[in-house]
């Protein structure tokens, strides 16, 4: 799986929920957990979409107060 491709996702869809261009940025640590959350959720359902799989997990994230699972 590529990596790269999922970062794009996720910074897409933080941009969504805007998050991005406020004064919290996310952790280098945060963004590695949430892209091996990723890669473990979609490898249990391989017939889910990426990004879904992508958006719930960021979704997860920012409800969580920027706190990873």
């Not at 897409?12 to 996310?26: F, K, M, P, V």
């Not at 994230?61 to 920027?66: A, K, N, R, V």
Request: net charge negative; glycine share 2%; hydrophobic share 30%.
């Amino acid at each position: 799986m590529n990596r790269n491709f999922i970062i794009k996702l996720i910074h897409s869809t933080l941009a969504q929920y805007d998050y991005i261009g406020t004064e919290r940025n996310i952790p280098p640590e945060d963004l590695d957990t949430l892209i091996c959350k990723c890669e473990r959720e979609h490898l249990k359902d391989l017939t889910q979409p990426l990004y879904e799989v992508v958006h719930d997990a960021v979704y997860n994230y920012l409800t969580e107060d920027g706190e990873p699972w």
